[in-house]
């Protein structure tokens, strides 16, 4: 996981402008493990940040993700959800409530290694584990 500093000098790194909305977008990433979606991101920015715009929180969290500080996760249809910790790892949505957390898959990190070759890859650069269903919690009810 990285720090503030570590995403400024990455971005610095690859010509990006840092400018104080960049730095507030990073600041409110870095370490989450909530998957905060772009909604809830721009609900606590505009907080403190009037200028804060969606157009600019979608358009950082795309460079951020290009400079491999977040991911951008795709596994609800109805909205993005980003990420800090960019190894990969699985997620579990739960359908009902809408939850959104890590789950643990043996051997994630080289999940590409199990893989049966094909011929047709010539590189993997993006790997996502999507899981879906029903959690504990709506279980109950
Ligand atoms: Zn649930
Ligand atoms: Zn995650």
Redesign the pocket.
């Known amino acids: 996981m990285w720090t503030v500093d570590e995403g400024i000098a990455t971005l610095r790194e690859r010509g990006a402008k840092i400018t104080a909305q960049r730095i507030a977008i990073l600041k409110q990433l870095q370490g989450r ?1 909530d ?1 905060p979606s772009a909604e809830t991101l721009y609900r606590e920015l505009s907080d403190f940040y009037s200028t804060m715009s969606v157009a600019t929180l979608y358009s950082t969290a795309q460079l951020l993700e290009e400079a491999g500080l977040i ?1 951008i ?1 795709s596994i609800d249809e109805k909205r993005v959800y980003f ?1 800090p ?1 960019t190894k990969t ?1 699985g ?1 579990f949505f739960c359908r009902t409530c809408g939850k959104l ?2 789950i643990h898959v043996k051997e994630a990190e080289n999940f590409e290694n199990a893989l049966i070759e094909h011929d047709s890859i010539a590189q993997i650069e993006h790997t996502e584990l999507f899981f879906y269903g029903t959690c504990s919690e709506c279980v109950k009810i």
Request: charged residues 40%.
């Open positions: 493990k998957h991911k996760l990420d910790y790892h997620h957390f890590d």
